[in-house]
């Protein structure tokens, strides 16, 4: 397990000494969402009965944040090490395909949970409250970031530069996150774009996540659960394949 040990304390240090940029950041980005969204749309709209719109919305924030910068942390490692050539580095240790996979999600999924919780801890003060179902808040918290952890070790070894990674994101990425019910319930959705959200796996991230907050949610939790813990399997099944062929970095 030493080198396993290795690699992810070299990813933890390799975000951690840029927390300003890595951590900070994006919990800014996430409460100016909040101010913004909640000062022009907090009086008009009641996506549950008796919650809040500002409250609403901060769940929702919270796992958006820790989705993108899970999917960042291993991505942009994956890509900068190919770049620079410092990848043979990594490759030349006898570390399995499992031990280097779990490092970078491992990594991953500590930047994504440390941006979700300080979302949650700027955001307080609009009324959240604490979770009806703290036992769901967390496994959602944790698959979400895997699943996108996931989604990134994918997208890093795909790309072989920046701007391959850039498309991937923001054609990908960034409307998966945004169109997942981060700032609406999907019951207020016409019927078509109500059907296209239940394939987009994020949306049961979102949902299941704010059913910890509220007991409230668009879907059972049960059936996020499973669509969520199944495309985590599947997407890893997929990583650990490329990474035991060398697809892209060994050849």
């Known amino acids: 397990m030493q080198g396993f040990l290795t690699l992810f304390r070299k990813e933890l240090v390799r975000f951690w000494k840029v927390s300003f940029q890595t951590v900070a950041a994006p919990v800014l980005t996430a409460l100016l969402y909040q101010l913004i969204f909640a000062h022009v749309l907090s009086k008009h709209v009641e996506a549950y ?9 901060i769940p929702g924030l919270a796992m958006m944040s820790m989705a993108q910068n899970a999917f960042a942390n291993s991505s942009s490692s994956l890509i900068q090490s190919k770049i620079t050539g410092n990848i043979v580095f990594l490759l030349l240790p006898p570390l399995t395909a499992l031990e280097f ?10 930047r994504g949970l440390a941006v979700g919780a300080g979302v949650l801890l700027v955001t307080s003060w609009f009324g959240l409250g604490l979770p009806t179902h703290p036992l769901w808040v967390l496994i959602f918290a944790l ?20 701007d391959q990674l850039a498309a991937f994101q923001n054609f990908l990425i960034m409307p998966l996150t945004f ?12 019927g078509f774009w ?16 704010r059913y910890g ?18 495309s985590f399997i599947l997407l890893s099944a997929l990583a650990l394949w490329l990474l035991h062929r060398g697809y892209k970095l060994r050849h």
């Open 213 to 230: 907050f509220f007991g409230q949610a668009d879907i059972s939790p049960w059936l996020s659960l499973g669509v969520v813990g199944a």
């Open 143 to 162: 698959l979400g970031s895997a699943v996108l952890g996931t989604l990134g070790v994918i997208a890093g070894i795909w790309a072989e530069k920046f």
């Open 49 to 57: 009965p008796g919650v809040s719109y500002s409250a609403f919305l």
């Open 179 to 190: 169109l997942s019910g981060v700032f609406y319930s999907i019951h207020s959705l016409p």
């Open 194 to 209: 109500r059907a296209a959200s239940h394939v987009n796996p994020v949306f049961y991230m979102i949902d299941g996540f």
């Open 101 to 110: 996979f779990a490092a970078y999600l491992l990594a991953a999924m500590v």
